[in-house]
C-alpha cells in the first residue's frame, strides 16, 4: 500500500491515512500488547463509507474530452487516501528509465474510471511535465488546481498514444 502527500504531514496524520486505507479494503487495526495487528473487519460496512465520500461532477464531451467541475476536484482531493486505494499506480520502467506511471487494478465507479483511464494505461505528461511517480503527478496537481481551466494527459494505452483533455469549470 502507498499512502501520498503533496505536502508533509505528522505522524498522526499519515497513520490516520493509513488507517483509513485499510478500512477501504475492509481491514482494521487491533493493538495486541505493544504490538499493532491489522486483521480483517467483519464487521465493517462497505456501503456505509462509500455514501461518505465526495462525488466527482464529470460530464463526457466525447472519447478525448470531459468537463469537471473544480469544486468537485477540490473536494475529492482532500481525500487523497481514498483516491490512492481507487487504483494501484506503479512507476513504469523502459529501457532502464522510469517514464511514466501505470495504473492497473482500477475500481469500478473511481475516480480514474470516470476521467476516462484504463487499467493499463501509462500516464507520461501532464499538463507538459513528466510523470516520473504518483508524488509528481500530485505536484503539478497542486501548481494548477487554482490556475488552470484545463488539464491535459498525456498516456499510452495499448501501446497507442492518447491525449485527455479535461475542461476545469
Known amino acids: 500500500m502507498t499512502i501520498i502527500s503533496s505536502t508533509p504531514v505528522t505522524i498522526d496524520e499519515a497513520y490516520e491515512a493509513f488507517v483509513d486505507a485499510l478500512h477501504g479494503e475492509n481491514l482494521k487495526v487491533v493493538a495486541v500488547g505493544k504490538f499493532f495487528k491489522i486483521s480483517r473487519n467483519h464487521g465493517y460496512l462497505r456501503v456505509e463509507r462509500e455514501n461518505k465520500k465526495p462525488q466527482l461532477e464529470v460530464v463526457k464531451v466525447n472519447d478525448t474530452t470531459w468537463k469537471v467541475k473544480r469544486k468537485s476536484i477540490e473536494e475529492n482531493i482532500k481525500h487523497l487516501s481514498r483516491i490512492a486505494i481507487?487504483?494501484?499506480?506503479?512507476?513504469?520502467?523502459?529501457?532502464?528509465?522510469?517514464?511514466?506511471?501505470?495504473?492497473?487494478?482500477?475500481?469500478?465507479?473511481?475516480?480514474?474510471?470516470?476521467?476516462?483511464?484504463?487499467?493499463?494505461?501509462?500516464?507520461?505528461?501532464?499538463?507538459?511535465?513528466?510523470?516520473?511517480?504518483?508524488?509528481?503527478?500530485?505536484?503539478?496537481?497542486?501548481?494548477a488546481k487554482k490556475k488552470v481551466d484545463k488539464i491535459v494527459v498525456e498516456l499510452s494505452r495499448r501501446g497507442e498514444d492518447r491525449t485527455f483533455t479535461y475542461l476545469i469549470e
Do not use: C, H, W
Not at 89 to 117: A, C, D, H, W
Not at 128 to 133: A, V, Y
Open 86 to 143: 481507487q487504483a494501484r499506480i506503479v512507476p513504469f520502467m523502459e529501457n532502464g528509465e522510469t517514464r511514466g506511471i501505470k495504473l492497473y487494478s482500477i475500481r469500478p465507479g473511481s475516480l480514474y474510471q470516470l476521467l476516462g483511464i484504463k487499467n493499463g494505461d501509462v500516464i507520461y505528461k501532464i499538463n507538459g511535465t513528466p510523470i516520473i511517480s504518483p508524488e509528481t503527478a500530485l505536484r503539478v496537481y497542486e501548481k
